[in-house]
């Protein structure tokens, strides 16, 4: 296991993402020069690296087949931890969407073989950092597989500036790449991401795909907006980071799928106890302060019941789920079928279905 919380993890981070499209093309033509040696030529090595690079292309192909809507766990925790932070990739009608790319989560992308070459969206749901800092990294790393255009960035007023932040700083080095690689290769127009403010409502509809924005409580925060994805059939909702509301109860009526962010509450108040005891003051107050905009464990169970969704699954989780303590805390009052969300799972929702199949697509 990777330690990205230590001064290599910008490195660390940015070999996984950036290289990562390169070292599949290198992957492709080595594939592709052993197929043409006969048999004989090739020793058991090759042959089993040639099998191991089919199976990974082939499996990342399927991840995008139009017969089922997708949604993959690239995030699942809050930034009072390591590990990766808020993110959920939406796979549907052969397009990749993500909603929130918080820090760490990239990587984890990677790790799931995603093929970031069809990412066409990705849908903010605010702008604390731990939903945003990855931006910069995905958006590269999709240029470099292979994105046909910019990367089209919603959320609600004040994305602009944020896209323009992150364009702007990593204006260098797409210059550079192109310069290094050539403009058929990593064209300039398509480097820089576009924003697109939204407001409540329906944002996005192509292919039988539509996505809805729904306004939730994260106050002082605003704007703050959850998102739900429909496709043929099949939906799923994410929350982003509330309160339970009726809006977002109205929002997730009848879905098949609800990730929603969530807090032990009893483990944060006993955090900001002993903090106060011990220090740092700072982190005490902290802890005190985000009491008051994170949804606890029995909300969002009380959410899902009237929402009548069909599968509850805590993600975004405060504080992070690290050791079986905290994760029995997020389990208490879960009804039956509810899940806590892990890093790499992947829900399946087969197309004009009811099921929901699962799977991790990695481990860590």
Not at 64 to 81: N, T, W
Not at 242 to 271: E, N
Request: hydrophobic share 50%.
């Amino acid at each position: 296991m990777i330690d990205r919380s230590g001064p290599e993890a910008p490195r660390v981070l940015f070999s996984a993402l950036c290289c990562r499209a390169m070292v599949l093309a290198l992957s492709l033509l080595f594939v592709a020069a052993l197929a043409a040696l006969p048999a004989s030529a090739q020793n058991p090595q090759q042959r089993m690296l040639q099998q191991q690079f089919e199976a990974q292309a082939a499996a990342s192909r399927a991840l995008v087949d139009p017969g089922a809507l997708r949604v993959f766990v690239c995030g699942s925790a809050s930034p009072l931890g390591a590990q990766p932070e808020a993110c959920v990739a939406v796979i549907a009608g052969g397009r990749i969407f993500l909603v929130d790319i918080g820090g760490g989560t990239g990587a984890n992308l990677a790790l799931g073989g995603i093929p970031l070459e069809h990412l066409r969206g990705v849908f903010l749901t605010h702008f604390h950092s731990d939903h945003i800092s990855g931006l910069g990294d995905v958006n590269l790393a999709s240029w470099v597989a292979g994105r046909s255009d910019a990367l089209t960035v919603y959320g609600g007023g004040g994305v602009e500036r944020v896209v323009a932040g992150f364009n702007e700083a990593y204006a260098l080095d797409r210059r550079y790449r192109t310069e290094h690689h050539g403009a058929e290769m990593l064209p300039p127009a398509t480097g820089p991401m576009q924003a697109k403010a939204v407001e409540p409502g329906v944002v996005l509809e192509h292919d039988g795909v539509k996505v809805t924005a729904f306004e939730v409580d994260h106050d002082p925060i605003a704007p703050a907006l959850g998102y739900r994805f429909d496709y043929r059939g099949r939906s799923v909702v994410v929350s982003g980071d509330t309160v339970k509301t009726d809006g977002l109860i109205a929002a997730a009526k009848g879905a098949d799928l609800l990730l929603h962010d969530a807090m032990a509450l009893p483990v944060v108040q006993l955090l900001a106890a002993a903090r106060a005891e011990t220090g740092p003051p700072r982190l005490a107050k902290l802890l005190q302060d985000i009491q008051t905009y994170h949804a606890p464990v029995a909300d969002v169970v009380a959410a899902a019941e009237a929402a009548q969704v069909r599968k509850l699954v805590l993600y975004h989780l405060v504080p992070a789920a690290v050791n079986p303590m905290v994760q029995a805390a997020f389990r208490q009052g879960l009804p039956e079928g509810a899940e806590i969300a892990a890093d790499g799972q992947l829900y399946e929702l087969p197309a004009d279905s009811e099921a929901i199949e699962m799977r991790l697509l990695f481990e860590r």
